[in-house]
């Protein structure tokens, strides 16, 4: 079982896994909250890991709706799909720069888990225009960041990526309660 904990596969596979431990449900509130899960028919969430945001989405999302979440690590995915049975759930091994294919439609909303500041750059920019494609006029993006990191050259190039792929973008205050520490950016109206 220490096989597939986060904090195993963060050790084993630092720039796949991203977190040293799961989130913790605070974080997972906040990244869920105003993004408008309960109205949206499809949402896709990106790196879920352990699965902390992705109990948090289920817990929102409409009886009809669909989340479809995408994992890079294997180990990760294939824990996460043995775990969770829910039939609005749909479990993808692969990477997050393919969520268009992975959805198969326009998204109402993107959770988002991926280690923006270890990430090389072109994967970030990938990532990031493969979610403005994705996600419909109206759509919503919200992913996470540790404070310690958003000074560095790597968080001001997200929160600077952010800005220009998206009309209005948010920052929540720090939940302390995470290890580490974490903020949120909630991101609303890509632009094309």
Known sequence: ??????????????LMTGAV?????????????????DEARLVVELRP??????????????????LVAIELNPVLAERLAATRRDPRLTVVHGAAAELAAAAGGPVDA??????WTVMPPAERRRTLDAVVR?????????????PHAAWTPP??????GLRACFRTV?????VWPNVPP????????PRR
């Open 1 to 14: 079982m220490a096989a597939v904990s986060p904090t195993f596969q963060f050790l084993r596979r630092p």
């Open 21 to 37: 431990a799961p989130s913790s449900r605070r974080p997972a509130r906040a990244m869920t909250r105003h993004i408008g899960l």
């Open 49 to 66: 890991g352990s699965g902390a945001f992705t109990d948090a989405v289920l817990e929102l999302l409409a009886p009809r709706a669909r």
């Open 110 to 115: 993107v959770v988002s888990g991926p280690p």
């Open 134 to 146: 994705a996600l419909a006029p109206g759509g919503r993006f919200t992913t996470f960041a540790y």
């Open 155 to 160: 968080g001001r190039r997200l929160a600077a």
């Open 170 to 174: 948010e920052r929540t205050s720090v």
């Open 182 to 189: 974490a903020f949120v950016y909630r991101a609303v109206s």
